[in-house]
């Protein structure tokens, strides 16, 4: 079983930042990559950014130079550091987890989502 947990939304003025946490845990071999995507109301989800294993990042044009992914592998944990935020950055935002399981299963899973409101 593996569980991936998010933390850190909230309420945030524009120009204001947040940092969001994701950590990963259970029966897990190997971590390919992980990320965040983020749905607004009526919107399709999209990926907004995603580290791999090897430390490549990618980032959704909308959200260059605000947000930075990171990574701490020993707590397989991620961050998603958003600075500058817009209120068009509210969205439910959710942790995305590529792993491979201890049964050798590759999968993707995901956390619960967090909201994050950028309003004044």
């Known amino acids: 079983q593996v569980h991936v947990v998010e933390s850190g939304g909230g309420l945030v003025q524009p120009g204001g930042s947040l940092r969001l946490s994701c950590t990963t845990s259970?029966?897990?071999?190997?971590?390919?990559?992980m990320g965040w995507y983020r749905q607004a109301p009526g919107k399709q989800r999209e990926l907004v950014a995603q580290i791999t294993s090897g430390g490549s990042t990618f980032y959704v044009d909308s959200v260059k130079g605000r947000f930075t992914i990171s990574r701490d592998n020993a707590k397989n944990t991620v961050y998603l550091h958003m600075n500058t935020l817009k209120p068009e950055d509210t969205a439910v935002y959710y942790c995305?987890?590529?792993?491979?399981?201890?049964?050798?299963?590759?999968?993707?899973?995901w956390g619960q989502g967090t909201q994050v409101t950028v309003s004044s």
């Open positions: 995305s987890a590529d792993l491979t399981t201890t049964t050798l299963r590759r999968d993707m899973f």
């Open positions: 259970g029966s897990i071999f190997t971590i390919n990559a």
